[in-house]
């Protein structure tokens, strides 16, 4: 469980990351975490990539329905016009936006700022998505979620890709994705016949 640092105790901001697979909890997370900044009457900002639009066009949404009202942009620098007052950015589905993500986050932090960051950590592929590597570099403090492998109950860390499309970028749920561990994500195909 991930405690959080004594905001008013330290001197500078800085930045968390939520990463895990598809169907982990990745924002149920960040909303809780944002949920308890703003209990603490923190000045909370929240930002998703205008793309997903998968359960809303505004309000990042978790997997249990659990929302909360995001502002939904093109690039990673626009989180750069948030309010001076601001004391925590929320960012969901961080490996959607451009490489200058983690840039912008490290300003942020610089200028105090408590930055909590969620995405996936790895494509469909099981290779490192988008700027997400270059986030947990820079983070301070990394929670690693797990969903819970669809074939053997393990604990899942992929994203089983069920369509045949092959772009990096595909917006889908369970029709398009499922959690799998790392031996029947390797599995591939072979599981997907078996339980036909």
């Known amino acids: 469980m991930f405690l959080e640092p004594g ?15 598809m169907f982990s909890g990745k924002t149920e997370e960040l909303i809780r975490r944002l949920k308890r900044a703003r209990i603490a009457n923190q ?24 929302a909360m009202l ?3 942009i093109v690039l990673s620098k ?11 950015i929320g960012i969901d589905e961080a490996q959607f936006f451009d490489s200058d993500l983690p840039k912008f986050c ?4 610089e200028q105090g700022k408590r ?3 969620a995405g996936l950590d790895m494509d469909f592929r099981g290779e490192p998505f988008g700027p997400m590597p270059n986030l947990l570099a820079v ?6 979620v797990h969903a819970i492998c669809s074939h053997c109950g393990n ?8 369509s045949e499309e092959k772009q990096t970028i595909v917006l889908g749920e369970k029709d398009k994705y499922e959690p799998r561990c790392r031996t029947c994500f390797s599995m591939g195909t072979i599981l997907d016949f078996r339980h036909k």
């Open 115 to 117: 930055v909590i960051i």
């Open 43 to 66: 000045k909370v900002e929240v930002f998703k990539p205008s793309k997903d639009v998968r359960y809303d066009d505004k309000k990042v949404v978790s997997h249990d329905e659990n």
């Open 139 to 144: 983070a301070e403090y990394i929670t690693k």
């Open 78 to 88: 626009e989180i750069m016009s948030i309010h001076e007052e601001t004391q925590v």
């Open 155 to 162: 604990l899942a860390t992929h994203s089983y890709r069920l």
């Open 70 to 72: 995001s502002r939904p």
């Open 7 to 21: 905001f008013g105790n330290q001197r500078s901001g800085w930045i968390e990351v939520i990463c895990g697979s």
């Open 106 to 109: 490290v300003a942020l932090a």
